[in-house]
């Protein structure tokens, strides 16, 4: 992505959906699903991440099952840690 506004719109999508998808970028063939875990003040405490290959975690019914089950993890760490 070499285009600022591009960039910042693919940003505020991530924003919305909680989650970003890498597929290639950092090593060809895998792809990697990623969502921060925050505070409840909004600071980001670090981030959780699903990795395998491509071929398989872009089918749509195996990534949408793999945010699912990635956003439920962060809520629970979340909630566990802001709970303390």
């Keep these: 992505m070499t285009d600022r506004e591009t960039l910042f719109e693919e940003l505020e999508e ?5 989650v970003s ?4 970028e950092y090593k060809t063939g895998m ?7 925050l ?13 395998g290959p491509a071929h398989r975690l872009k089918e749509p019914e195996v990534e949408a099952e793999l945010q ?3 956003l439920s993890s962060v809520n629970i760490i979340e ?4 709970a303390r």
């Design 79 to 82: 909630l566990n840690y802001n």
């Design 14 to 18: 991530v924003r919305e959906r909680g």
């Design 68 to 70: 699912d089950k990635l």
């Design 31 to 37: 792809q990697t699903i990623s969502s921060p875990i």
């Design 21 to 24: 998808f890498e597929c290639g």
């Design 39 to 51: 505070d409840d003040t909004g600071q980001v405490l670090g981030g959780l991440s699903v990795l």
